[in-house]
């Protein structure tokens, strides 16, 4: 008795909360239709109807996400927003490592093109590695120097650079924030790392 009783309360349960979907503020909801793929309409915040069963939503964070570079970053959740320190090699031949944060924003118009294309692991698919080929290559392209007299401008570079691929689908870099920079000496000991830069 009680098991029919648990049987017939989970499915009303399940056929009636799957008639709505709550979208809380800041974020937006995608719709994957089994008849028509992802749609192109997204939810933004408020309470939306939808087929039990037949679809299914996706909700997305829209709000400014940061995504932390920095030592001892736990990777073992490989969606985790973050990394651990970037190294690179500066025009005068200095082995660097940077610390900082990169702000993110979902396009809330384009979360759907995100989710259809890209799907749920867009961190380990795209941010992550795009985050550390763009940051090396603007490394390559300054000297220690340059990093240190001209923090503001590096900065800028990068986000340009990470904006150019992230616009593509869907994302946008709002900012990028240099936090430390490390020279990292003889690579074979860190005796003489020396931080150079701090926030």
């Known amino acids: ?85 970037i190294t690179g090699k500066t025009t005068d031949g200095k082995n660097i490592q940077i610390e900082g944060s990169i702000l993110l924003k979902i396009d809330k118009n384009r ?15 795209i941010v992550r590695p795009v985050a550390r080929s763009r940051m090396r290559s603007v490394l390559s392209e300054v000297s220690l120097a340059q990093l240190t007299s001209y923090r503001t401008q590096v900065e800028e570079k990068i986000k340009k650079e990470l904006g150019e691929v992230y616009s593509k689908i869907g994302i946008s870099c709002e900012k990028f924030l240099l936090s430390e920079v490390k020279d990292l000496g003889n690579l074979k000991s860190d005796k003489d790392d020396k931080v150079v830069l701090t926030a």
């Open 111 to 125: 979360a759907n093109e995100l989710w259809e294309n890209i799907g749920d692991n867009f961190v380990s698919k």
């Open 1 to 85: 008795m009680d098991f029919d009783k648990l049987v017939v309360s989970f499915l009303v349960d399940e056929f009636v909360g799957g008639f709505f979907v709550s979208v809380p503020p800041g974020h937006v909801a995608c719709i994957h239709d089994l008849g028509r793929g992802v749609l192109k309409t997204v939810w933004k915040p408020g309470l939306h109807l939808k087929i039990p069963f037949w679809q299914r939503a996706k909700l997305f964070n829209a709000q400014i996400l940061e995504y932390l570079i920095r030592h001892n970053f736990d990777l073992t959740h490989p969606e985790a927003l973050g990394d651990e320190p």
